[in-house]
């Protein structure tokens, strides 16, 4: 009797452990007799498919079943209960199901046969993939879209093995190289490379496998390639090393720079002829302003004669051609000089230092003391910066503004001249670099003015607006756009004639040594 008993014991304890399973089974489990209606359905079926469990029993299973299976789902267990021949039964599949709202989703199947004592029932362990299937969606998606971007990247992108075998290449690539991609797909890749990098390039690999030292990788330079015609051109190399499951492959991203290499090229012999025309230029103006020195002294000196000695033996007309003549080599020596300083600007340059612009409009106000005075000349001026630059031209570049305000001035009208600095940054940076940081210098008179449309006149070199009215050579501007560019900037005006003009000046604040 005791044994019976605990036997009965142990069987209630094994169908209460199977049903508290079955009942809290995250998959869903449904049983059907042999006409395929529901006998059993667990919470997680339930809740998979969105009914009451009560809804679900005593139904056929085909309630849970798109068309065409839901029409068919009979005959298909009436052919396996007559032939043995089952679809899912034994085996599982991926199938569509149908919740109660009407949503189908994907789920996997299997089925199971159990023959009881007294009847067949079919056993069904329905899995949810739906998110499953989204993930793999995304991820089609996702591969898709690299593959798009690989396919229509305007650089060339190859793949290789640790062998140096090529896996894939990229249209761009095998354009670039001048192959057809399946002429490239399972070769080695220095075919790709010429000497010596091609006969080197399996010991760049072994080197790095064997010691991790890294020449590209990570890092990226300027390499030389081989197109299938032969030609070498230059490219930029980037590559990554990338780890997969099993195994581990580089990819290589390769943008042709031969037209940078060409424009390099020609801008660096451009830029040789330019500064040797320009210091031939300059040893022309220092060498034939020297040279017309020596014949320009001996007119002064016998100019000088004739005045001192002979002057008052001379006809009224005589002596007015003496005069002229006299006043004629004065202002040659003085277009000499002006001609000698503009040559002196970039030939005679000094290195840069810091130079504070306060300290230099002070030196620059005292040396016009006497003009300033003599035409009561008022000149104002804001707080100036320090800046890199060359402390003698920086002198020269407010002294020949400065003097220009006042010498442009109007009849009758008080000069009055107006300096202000700001600090610009045209560029914006993290860190500043030279040349991106300016100091913008405005220089505004009430003078006689100009109209604007002769603005790219006034800074070329022997060019005057107002003729023989005003005393001078016409290059003092000149020589200030020149001081200008060399630091960095440039010189520009605005103007009204009658009305006075504003110079604006902008500075590099630092300079490459």
Do not use: W
């Amino acid at each position: 009797m005791e044994d019976n008993s605990l036997s009965r014991n142990e069987s209630v304890d094994n169908q209460t452990r199977l049903k508290t399973i079955i009942e809290t089974a995250v998959d869903g489990i449904i049983t059907i007799d042999t006409r395929g209606i529901m006998e059993s359905v667990n919470p997680a079926a339930a809740r998979i498919f969105g009914y009451d469990t009560a809804e679900m029993i005593g139904q056929n299973v085909s309630l849970l079943m798109p068309e065409p299976d839901h029409s068919l789902h009979d005959g298909y267990i009436a052919r396996y209960m007559r032939t043995g021949e089952g679809q899912i039964i034994g085996k599982g599949r991926e199938v569509l199901g149908k919740k109660k709202t009407g949503k189908l989703f994907p789920f996997f199947l299997s089925i199971a046969e159990v023959k009881l004592q007294d009847k067949t029932i079919f056993t069904g362990i329905v899995h949810d993939i739906t998110d499953l299937k989204k993930t793999e969606e995304r991820l089609r998606e996702s591969e898709s879209r690299i593959n798009s971007i690989i396919q229509t990247a305007v650089d060339g992108i190859i793949t290789i093995d640790t062998r140096g075998v090529i896996e894939m290449v990229n249209p761009a690539a095998a354009r670039l190289f001048q192959y057809e991609e399946h002429e490239l797909i399972g070769q080695k890749i220095n075919m790709l490379m010429p000497e010596p990098d091609r006969s080197l390039h399996d010991n760049y690999m072994h080197h790095y496998h064997d010691t991790g030292e890294k020449r590209i990788i990570g890092i990226g330079r300027e390499v030389s390639g081989l197109k299938k015609s032969g030609m070498v051109f230059p490219l930029y190399l980037s590559i990554s090393e990338v780890q997969l499951t099993d195994r581990k492959v580089y990819t290589g991203f390769i943008h042709d720079i031969t037209q940078q290499k060409l424009s390099e090229e020609r801008l660096r012999r451009y830029a040789a002829e330019l500064e040797r025309s320009n210091r031939e230029l300059q040893d022309f103006a220092y060498v034939s302003s020297h040279d017309l020195q020596e014949p320009l002294r001996k007119i002064q000196a016998f100019g000088d004669r004739l005045k001192t000695k002979e002057y008052e033996n001379l006809s009224s007309q005589g002596k007015d051609y003496v005069d002229r003549m006299l006043n004629a080599a004065s202002r040659m020596q003085n277009l000499i000089n002006d001609l000698l300083d503009f040559s002196r600007v970039t030939s005679k340059g000094k290195p840069y230092v810091m130079v504070n612009l306060e300290k230099v409009l002070e030196e620059v106000l005292s040396d016009l003391e006497i003009i300033i005075e003599k035409t009561g000349a008022k000149v104002e001026h804001t707080p100036l910066p320090t800046i890199e630059a060359d402390p003698t031209q920086m002198r020269q570049l407010f002294q020949n503004l400065i003097s220009n305000a006042i010498k442009f001035r109007r009849e009758g009208v008080t000069p009055e001249v107006k300096i202000t600095a700001t600090e610009l940054q045209p560029k914006a940076r993290l860190t500043s670099t030279p040349g991106d940081e300016l100091v913008e210098i405005q220089v505004q008179d009430n003078g006689i003015g100009f109209d604007e449309k002769y603005l790219d006149r006034i800074f070329n070199i022997f060019q005057r607006l107002e003729g023989q009215k005003y005393e001078g050579s016409g290059i003092g501007l000149a020589i200030c756009r020149k001081i200008a560019v060399r630091h960095g900037g440039d010189i520009t005006a605005r103007s009204r004639a009658g009305v006075g003009t504003t110079f604006i000046i902008t500075l590099a604040k630092k300079h490459l040594q």
